[in-house]
């Protein structure tokens, strides 16, 4: 494993189709390998619009297998720039059986390893409950040749539970393709909570694990199918931060492809001095498998 | 329950013994009441100088019953002054068994309840596996006339299952009585990012669980028994939060009578738009009452 990795995330707008995110991905990846990143992280379900604005059955068509097409193209950059790529698909498992899934390919373009979203949202404009079976593939990180990644996605950054069961697991740095945006018809200082308040747990959970932490956000503003929504404004902001939470990069809310350097071999020594692992109370966390701590 | 809560933090230096330093208490409980305020959250080990920078068994006499002398002492300001207060004490259980204990006074100076700190330090200057026994009375919430107290001390502030315990069990608030400070011989840089860690973690715990964040810490530099040490700069900075961790009150490193009014209302307006309670995958974190997920 490198002890420092340079990281570039690409938060895009969307481009309408497939076919044209991709080749925006294309030549991101290309750059990226210019400016001599190893790692290229890329937003949730990068592919297309953001199609969990509505409930329409007809978007099951936008599903694929994994490995199938969307893969392969990844596994091509990768292996073309020598990046560890980690995309966001909708995939197709079976008839009626599709997941939010994060899939890992390696410098060589091999297929590492797969993480399905095991938690799912469901608010008006993320109606993803609809779309999306909860992951069957636990909270488990992907070996590559840079590190043990722990790839979660989006509403699983929320959770301080998925991030420390990565880090039990041995993930050396947290990943997160994720698609948050505002409801315009807030106020401008309730969306300033709500961005501070994303950036905050997701650079809380490198501090309680002591590990790097990565974001990469969607941006831009996305109509919705149906006129009398709001539509989302996708608020960027994707970031880098290390295992004390200390900002390392951070994009605004144009399109950006954000450099970050790592330096992997810091968690050791952040641990060392705030050596949380050691003092966890196993003995009382029994009541964290349970929904709810009903008083008797 | 009201609805609005004005809490005050006392954030104080060692004022040399435990008669200056409940004077000084005692000043700031009366100013806390002609502020209007309904809560006083006191620092961790008030009483005293930290006295954990040194393994010294002469330091079990500062250790008192609770109920005991300063459990008195607070009933009396509380009910003086019509205040909740929690107060961080040393406690002495039986002959060579001691907790760091903080104890809840509702108004009228009844005894609501106490929590013994779960997760116990030790590093270098912080010797606290020495003098304390981790607590064996869960994460329990204390039931007050101003509502239900998630009362945590110190460095279970970087725990978020301690955090989430607590919410689980109905706390409506998360106080942290705290002693935390620089090691002089870091760099600015580093002093910065602790303190920044140190904030964002527990911002993170009022957003991972949708309710307000207090924290109260110790002032002021304390040289070591031992002069070969450096002693603590204690950093001050003691805060409040809202349920989205967005920053309502802060203190700097002098001493402060920080006051900040909480809504408690809001938690059910966050919790609305942000259900993470709702959606936790309590099928698969039976991981986390694990020490550590070894590689099979």
């Keep these: 494993m490198p002890k420092t990795l340079r990281a570039a995330l690409v938060q895009q707008d969307n481009k309408g189709d497939v076919t044209a995110n991709q080749a925006h991905i294309a030549a991101m990846a290309a750059q990226a390998q ?3 990143a190893q790692l290229l992280l890329l937003q949730e379900l990068h592919n297309e619009r953001y199609f969990c604005q509505t409930e329409d059955s007809d978007c099951f068509d936008l599903a694929e297998p994994v490995p199938g097409p969307s893969t392969e193209f990844l596994a091509g950059l990768a292996r ?3 990046l560890v790529i980690v995309g966001s698909l909708f995939e197709r498992r079976a008839a009626g059986l599709y997941h939010n899934t994060a899939v890992v390919l390696d410098s060589d373009g091999r297929l590492a390893g797969r993480y399905r979203k095991m938690h799912i949202p469901d608010d008006p404009g993320f109606y993803e409950k609809f779309y999306f079976t909860p992951g069957d593939l636990g909270f488990t990180p992907i070996q590559t040749s840079i590190g ?8 699983d950054q929320w959770y301080p539970e998925a991030a420390r069961l990565m880090a039990l697991a041995g993930a050396e740095l947290l990943l997160y393709p994720t698609a948050i945006g505002w409801d315009r018809q807030d106020t401008p200082e309730e969306q300033q909570r709500q961005l501070s308040a994303w950036q905050t747990v997701q650079r809380a959970h490198a501090v309680a694990n002591g590990i790097p932490v990565l974001s990469c956000n969607r941006t831009g503003f996305e109509p919705s199918p149906n006129p009398s929504d709001p539509g989302i404004a996708f608020w960027g902001h994707s970031f880098a931060c290390g295992p004390q939470g200390e900002l390392l990069a951070e994009a605004h809310t144009e399109e950006s492809l954000l450099i970050a350097d790592i330096d992997l071999a810091r968690s050791e020594q952040v641990r060392r001095i705030w050596p949380f ?5 196993i003995d009382d966390y029994p009541g964290l498998t349970r929904r709810y701590l009903d008083p008797e």
Tied chains: 1, 2.
């Design 80 to 82: 073309q720039h020598a």
């Design 34 to 36: 210019a400016a001599g």
């Design 148 to 155: 043990r990644l722990g790839v979660l996605v989006c509403w």
């Design 277 to 281: 692992l050691r003092d966890r109370r």
